[in-house]
C-alpha cells in the first residue's frame, strides 16, 4: 500500500521560506515522479469530488529533472532523496497567494496534505 506523509509547513511571512517534505513508502520510490499540488482557502471541501481543484505546483522525475506551474516558477525547488525516500519542496520568496493546503502525489495516491500560511 503506497503511503504518502507530508510535513513541514505552517506559517512564513511574505518573502520567507518554507520546506515541506513528503516521505514515501510502500513503492519503488527510485521509480516514480513524484508531484507536489496545492488547493487554496476555501476549496478544502471540494477535496473528494475536487481533486481537480488542486493547482499543480511541481513535478520531480524518477531521473530528478523538475517541472514548475509558472507561478512558481524561480522560488520553490522540488528535489528528491532516494536514501531517505522523500521528496521536498523548498519555497521561498513567499506570497500571499501561496497559502493553501499542499499535497503530494505519486501513482493516483495522495497525501493527507499540510497547511502552508503566508501572513505577516
Known amino acids: 500500500q503506497v503511503q504518502l506523509a507530508e510535513s513541514g509547513g505552517g506559517l512564513g511571512q511574505p518573502g520567507g521560506s518554507l520546506r515541506l517534505s513528503c516521505a514515501v513508502s510502500?513503492?519503488?520510490?527510485?521509480?516514480?515522479?513524484m508531484g507536489w499540488y496545492r488547493q487554496a482557502p476555501g476549496k478544502e471541501n471540494e477535496r473528494v469530488a475536487g481533486?481537480?481543484?488542486?493547482?499543480?505546483?511541481?513535478?520531480?522525475?524518477?531521473?530528478?529533472?523538475?517541472l514548475y506551474a509558472d507561478a512558481v516558477q524561480g522560488r520553490f525547488t522540488v528535489y528528491r532523496d532516494h536514501n531517505k525516500n522523500t521528496v521536498y519542496l523548498d519555497l521561498e520568496n513567499l506570497k500571499s497567494d501561496d497559502t493553501g493546503v499542499y499535497y503530494c502525489?505519486?501513482?493516483?495516491?495522495w497525501g493527507r496534505g499540510i497547511q502552508v500560511t503566508v501572513s505577516a
Open positions: 481533486a481537480r481543484e488542486r493547482e499543480w505546483v511541481a513535478t520531480v522525475t524518477s531521473f530528478g529533472d523538475a
Open positions: 502525489k505519486t501513482a493516483n495516491v
Open positions: 510502500g513503492i519503488t520510490f527510485s521509480s516514480v515522479g
